[in-house]
């Protein structure tokens, strides 16, 4: 089965970075068969006209909590509210059922926004696999090790055991991939960081963890060892191209050395992390260092939305910012670190992040006839500047179509807002509670 997708411009992404005004891409079977802007191949079994939209390889989202849609909007201004009310609640009122229907309705917000691949990690995290394997999108999913009862097992890190279980249940799968998620360096010990790194290590899968993300966290670590969190764990050789290490906004210079040495890759979530006031991430150093670098959205609770068109947004203008300089992260850079980057993050940069032959064909094709797309001069620019979520036309995951004409083709968006809506109520009452914080 070939498709040609034809009157776009296509965002290849590839290493020389070639763009096609006017182009097309041939989808054969699950895979990217050329692409190109010359004659057009004529033996094609389906026609799709792009109608001058923009053609660019799926987004991929390197840091999320996917199931914590019912927290979206809840205390946003509230300082300190992981401890004060989202551990809490989530001890309380996460169960199985609203964690795998919370996925679906993310899942569906990620499709219609041009996500084909997010990293998760969570509580009853094989809810979140089997969301992710029923819509076709690709996950990368982790159980949450953390040193307290959690609404998944009543002994700490019983996260570990889970871990493991869903590794053993899912790995091999070809679009669900199992990972190993300790919280955060504050929040596990030296030993269960190590345990975690290890279980990494011996399934080859990748292990993720918040870390250089709060202030307390950094005067523990400085109080306690006399080291960043980063030093601390280089120094527990847990440091690794398996590593994903999320937010990392008081990386130093020499936390950034210690990653390129080691070839630990970055998520950073610039959306969350200027909205809880923490901190901007150094990512042009990093960069500069070879660092591989991806972008993540973080929970609905953190950073409002799952799109990358808001966080390219305000990683462009954050890093101009701190840099002070209007000229770094030109936008086919920031489009780079929503695809090639976070595919190297996640080590698949053989199958994933760019438009190439042989490459698994995750495309998303931007309409450019909505008001806010006019006009273009570079198509980069309009991607990360002018567009949003809703210019979101089509996707295709693997070959398969999921998103047409701004909607989705295997799901029922307003089914599944009312099937979440039906396991929220003993949620809401609990969270009914904090009122005069929310
Ligand atoms: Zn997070």
Redesign the pocket.
Known sequence: MRTLIDHVTVLTMDPEGHVYQDGYAVIEDQKILTAGNGKRPEQIDRYIDGQGGILMPGMINV???IPMIPFRSMGDDCPDRLRRFLFPLELEAMTPELVYRSSRYAICELLLAGVTSVLD?YYFEDQVARACDEMGIRGWVGETVINMETCDSREPYGGLALCEALIQKWKGHPRVHPIVAPHATNTNSTEMLKAASDLARKYEVPYTL?VS?MDYEMEYFQKEYGQTPIEFLYDLGVLGPEMIA??CIHATDHDIELFAETDTRVAH?IG?NTKGGKGICPVLDMRKAKVTVGI?T??PS?GNTLDLFTQFKLAASFQKTRYHNRGVFPAHEIVELGTMGGAAVLGAQKELGSIEAGKQADLVLIETRSVNMFPIYNPYSAVVYSANASNVDSVWIAGKQLVKEHRLLFADLKEEKRKLEAVMPAFRERAVRYADIL
Do not use: P, R, Y
């Open positions: 840091h999320s909590h990690m918040h993300e999320a937010h979530c969350a993540g973080d929970g953190s």
